[in-house]
């Protein structure tokens, strides 16, 4: 009997503190509203940030491009960003 007895207490606390939890996640979890705004304030959302990903986005394209056409190792340059001239070519 004590051993039901402390079985029903134990699960009677683990669901009060589960219920709780649930409650608080409940009251800090923004709204659609709220979600809205943050997504408007995010750093993508901004003109000039935009432009700026999609200048860094072309550039690793353009890159990835030349790597494709050269036996040179892109990877092992200094600035790999910036074009060398050609395949084989060693900078000084």
Known sequence: MAFL???LITVAMLGAGS???LA???IVTP???R???ML???ALQDPRSREEMAKTQQLLVATLQEAATTQENVAWRKNWMVSEGGAG????
């Open 40 to 42: 408007k304030e995010m």
């Open 35 to 37: 979600k809205q705004e």
């Open 24 to 26: 608080l996640l409940a």
């Open 5 to 7: 007895r402390k079985m």
């Open 19 to 21: 219920g709780v939890g």
């Open 31 to 33: 709204g659609e509203q």
């Open 89 to 92: 070519e060693r900078s000084p």
